[in-house]
């Protein structure tokens, strides 16, 4: 009875022959599904109890179907417990960090696989025919600093930094002197020793919560030219308005900032987090993401928004270069860390359910350019808030 129902609402056949169907290896499948909505699915492919021959094909089915709306819509005891920590949750700097080398910090070797020769783990930008994955990034570095104007010995401050690869970009190709910051140790490592041929004084990296500004800012020196932060907002959320607070005490009249991240589907019910339950235990703890609507409330009598542009499609096909990369490498990876199969398959379904995620616009991605009262943009879209 409960495979006919899942049938019914999802438009596929348990154990049937097409790519998109569930195969069913251990009934324990139904009981996972039926006492734990979507964090139950997740678990259960990830322990091999259900398969199929293209798990992105299934995705992009299922969050198209009456099913996951009533797993999404329907409040499960794991949404109400995220739920509640999204809306009470103050994130400590030692909670923070903590968050952040649970995802970052499991080996630069593997992000060095999945990523591409650039590093950089956000949305690349494919902008022409055959661009691959390294070509897209680098397009994303060029239009992000063209959006903003930055010129020779503009100082800029990234929050976020990853493996400190945009920050090499501006200092060696921009002429830009860069402060930036992580809190990944793996992270902070891998900047130290990628940019120690830099030019002296272009870049300095800082191991810091962006809260504590004493670490990674000299009170006597100037203000920042520009401040960018590229993939970095949805670790953010809880302290947003922090973030609101150092990029206008510390950016200079005239001066712009950039924010670069993934969005959400402004339709979510009530109860539900922003952040799915599954999401939030294995892959990313602490996250969040704003919907639109609720970013823009942190900017009023603060910023102005100058630019608002997204393009959703780009992140579901650097969501599938990123998978591609780490099944065409897997026995080296393997070979190289501690991960095992468990370790596959996450990464597998997180990757294949995020890039299915934005090709139905549950999810969507921003680039938001900000200027303080005064700004040199001239071209611009300026949106009253």
């Given at each position: 009875?409960?495979?006919?129902?899942?049938?019914?609402?999802t438009?596929?056949?348990?154990?049937?022959?097409?790519?998109y169907?569930?195969?069913?290896?251990?009934?324990?499948?139904?009981?996972k599904?039926?006492l734990?909505?979507?964090?139950?699915?997740g678990e259960?492919?990830?322990?091999?109890?259900?398969d199929?021959k293209?798990?992105?094909?299934?995705?992009v089915?299922?969050?198209?179907?009456?099913l996951?709306?009533?797993?999404?819509?329907s409040v499960?005891?794991?949404?109400?417990?995220n739920y509640?920590?999204e809306?009470l949750?103050f994130?400590?700097?030692?909670?923070?960090?903590s968050?952040?080398q649970?995802?970052?910090?499991?080996g630069?070797?593997?992000?060095e696989a999945?990523?591409?020769?650039?590093?950089q783990y956000?949305?690349?930008y494919?902008?022409?025919?055959?661009m691959?994955?390294?070509?897209a990034?680098f397009?994303?570095?060029?239009?992000?600093?063209?959006?903003l104007?930055?010129?020779?010995?503009c100082?800029?401050?990234?929050?976020?930094c990853g493996?400190g690869t945009f920050?090499?970009?501006l200092?060696?190709?921009r002429?830009c002197n860069?402060?930036?910051?992580t809190?990944?140790?793996?992270?902070?490592?891998?900047?130290?020793e990628?940019?120690s041929?830099?030019?002296?004084g272009?870049?300095q990296?800082f191991?810091?919560d962006f809260r504590?500004t004493?670490?990674?800012?000299?009170?006597?020196?100037?203000?920042?030219?520009?401040i960018?932060?590229?993939g970095?907002?949805?670790?953010?959320?809880?302290?947003?308005?922090?973030?609101?607070?150092?990029?206008?005490s510390q950016l200079k009249?005239?001066?712009?900032a950039l924010?670069d991240d993934?969005?959400?589907?402004?339709?979510c019910?009530?109860?539900?987090p922003?952040q799915?339950a599954?999401?939030?235990?294995?892959?990313?703890?602490?996250?969040?993401?704003?919907?639109?609507?609720?970013i823009?409330?942190y900017?009023k009598?603060k910023?102005i928004?100058?630019q608002w542009?997204?393009?959703?499609?780009?992140?579901?096909?650097?969501?599938?270069?990123?998978?591609a990369n780490?099944?065409?490498?897997?026995e080296?990876?393997?070979?190289a860390g501690?991960?095992?199969?468990k370790?596959?398959?996450?990464?597998?379904?997180?990757?294949?359910t995020?890039?299915?995620?934005?090709e139905?616009?549950?999810?969507g991605?921003?680039?938001?350019l900000?200027s303080?009262?005064?700004?040199p943009?001239k071209?611009?879209?300026?949106i009253?808030i």
């Amino acid at each position: 009875m409960i495979k006919k129902y899942i049938e019914n609402l999802t438009g596929t056949k348990i154990n049937g022959n097409s790519p998109y169907d569930i195969q069913v290896l251990d009934n324990r499948f139904f009981k996972k599904l039926l006492l734990k909505g979507v964090l139950g699915l997740g678990e259960a492919y990830v322990e091999k109890y259900w398969d199929v021959k293209d798990l992105y094909a299934l995705d992009v089915k299922l969050l198209a179907s009456p099913l996951i709306k009533k797993l999404s819509g329907s409040v499960w005891p794991g949404d109400i417990f995220n739920y509640l920590r999204e809306k009470l949750s103050f994130v400590s700097i030692t909670k923070a960090k903590s968050n952040i080398q649970f995802h970052y910090d499991i080996g630069n070797e593997f992000y060095e696989a999945m990523l591409g020769k650039t590093m950089q783990y956000t949305s690349a930008y494919f902008t022409e025919e055959g661009m691959d994955l390294d070509q897209a990034q680098f397009k994303k570095f060029e239009i992000i600093s063209d959006k903003l104007k930055v010129f020779k010995d503009c100082s800029v401050l990234e929050i976020g930094c990853g493996w400190g690869t945009f920050a090499k970009y501006l200092a060696e190709k921009r002429g830009c002197n860069v402060t930036a910051i992580t809190l990944s140790e793996q992270q902070y490592q891998y900047c130290q020793e990628n940019c120690s041929n830099v030019e002296n004084g272009k870049i300095q990296f800082f191991l810091s919560d962006f809260r504590q500004t004493r670490n990674y800012i000299d009170p006597k020196q100037d203000k920042f030219d520009r401040i960018v932060g590229v993939g970095t907002i949805a670790h953010f959320v809880p302290m947003f308005s922090a973030l609101v607070n150092i990029i206008t005490s510390q950016l200079k009249d005239g001066g712009l900032a950039l924010i670069d991240d993934v969005c959400r589907d402004t339709t979510c019910k009530r109860f539900v987090p922003s952040q799915s339950a599954w999401t939030n235990k294995y892959i990313f703890p602490g996250t969040q993401f704003f919907s639109p609507d609720k970013i823009t409330k942190y900017f009023k009598n603060k910023l102005i928004i100058e630019q608002w542009t997204s393009d959703r499609s780009y992140y579901r096909d650097t969501c599938l270069e990123w998978l591609a990369n780490i099944k065409s490498k897997w026995e080296e990876i393997s070979r190289a860390g501690n991960y095992d199969e468990k370790f596959y398959r996450t990464w597998e379904y997180y990757l294949s359910t995020a890039a299915a995620g934005f090709e139905s616009g549950f999810l969507g991605q921003w680039q938001i350019l900000l200027s303080k009262m005064s700004s040199p943009y001239k071209k611009n879209v300026r949106i009253a808030i």
